[in-house]
């Protein structure tokens, strides 16, 4: 392990001094395509300005032999398109192991190294992956002559990179996020799922057995609600923790069943509560899902600055709404409003909607004993199970 002092130093004589904080841009959604693939190519100018990220993926879903047509198209499409100021191109190269990724590093740093934001780097063990990609870019960005950092985001995505996701997550300055990849650690965990990404309805738990039946009713086999549960709550707050211990992004990964708009909506709300900035989209039809979900709703907004006006100098206890708030929810309602703040800087129709306040913030905001009306609980999801109960 590097010593702390040399933490910040470039690794390489001539490279960019790392940046000491991920960069606060929008990254609701990391838009894959496949830049060997025409018709999904040629989508890609048009995607400017309506997704935060555009991802040129060339590892996993790009045939062996289009590798090096997907690395060529991307270097194309990065000469050719103006991303402007609010979309960001990212990267997905091939694993570290494969016979591809030393070419993809060495191609796209030196001829689009100063188009390129962030480099994706999948199926990441430890640390020590971090720390070789960390040098060769450092070597590669001195060679070009690049001026700004090209920053690293880990996929997590083998049982050993989850038991080693703290130290991933600081493994570089450079880091500025990870994924969950979903498929590839379900196989390497040898789950038996099938799918990429999302529930699972073998995963359940079973109300106990009824009580009090007739003579001859057996209760085990009677009618018995079930629930499904989430088979990726443990591995998101975990990667979650890791991120925020480290001061860098965690991300949902991939929802592949893509006629499934609704459980997508779900698992990227799942996402969103529990900490993701925001996910993978593989077809448009995901991106307006992503902008909603990782969006705060106007009414949470609302009831966050309600709060905030409410707590006065932050501290104390006062009730709202019959609810108690103190220092400690004020917190959480200045993670949205800092948020709210940060997507409205670039998103005008977002900056109008939150600035047009709701219902609940035009009924009074009683700070001390008395409780205010008003509810944010219009801000819920339309299908929102078990949040209010
Ligand atoms: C999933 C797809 C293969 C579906 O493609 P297709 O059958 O062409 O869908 P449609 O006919 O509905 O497409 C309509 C039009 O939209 C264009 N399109 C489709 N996808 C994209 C896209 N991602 N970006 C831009 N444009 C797109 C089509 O070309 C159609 O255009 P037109 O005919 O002119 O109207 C496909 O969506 C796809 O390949 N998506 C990306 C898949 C991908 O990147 N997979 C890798 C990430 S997931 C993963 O790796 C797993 C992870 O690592 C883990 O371990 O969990
Ligand atoms: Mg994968």
Known sequence: MRSPKDFFAPLAVGAPAPVREVPARPSRMIHFFDPSNEKMAAKVPG???????????????????????????????????????????WTRVNALDSPWVLDDLTTLVTEIGDTLDVVMVPKVQGPEDIHYVDRLLAQLEARAGLTRPILVHAILETARGMANVEAIAGASPRMQGISLGPADLAADRRMKTTRVGG????????????????????????????????????????????????????????FGDIKDVVACEDQFRNAFLLGCVGTWTLHPVQVDIAKRVFSPSAEDVAHARRVKEAMGDGTGAVMLDGKMEDDASLKQCLVILELADRLSANDPELAALYAGGSPSEESGTEASGTEASGTAADSKPADSKGEES
Do not use: S
């Not at 690395?71 to 990065?78: C, F, N, S, W």
């Not at 009824?210 to 088979?231: F, H, K, N, S």
């Open 47 to 89: 995607m400017v300005g309506t997704v935060d990220v555009l991802l040129g993926n060339l590892e996993d879903a790009v045939k062996a032999d289009r590798k090096e047509a997907a690395r060529e198209g991307l270097v194309r499409i990065a000469k050719d398109t103006d991303f402007g100021e609010h979309t960001q191109l």
């Open 199 to 254: 529930g699972h309805p073998g995963y359940l738990v079973r109300q106990d057995p009824p009580t009090g039946l007739g003579e001859g009713v057996d209760p085990i086999t009677a009618d018995r609600a079930t629930y499904q549960q989430d088979l990726w709550h443990y591995t998101i707050a975990r990667m979650v923790d890791a991120c925020a211990m480290h001061g860098i992004l965690p991300y949902y990964g991939p």
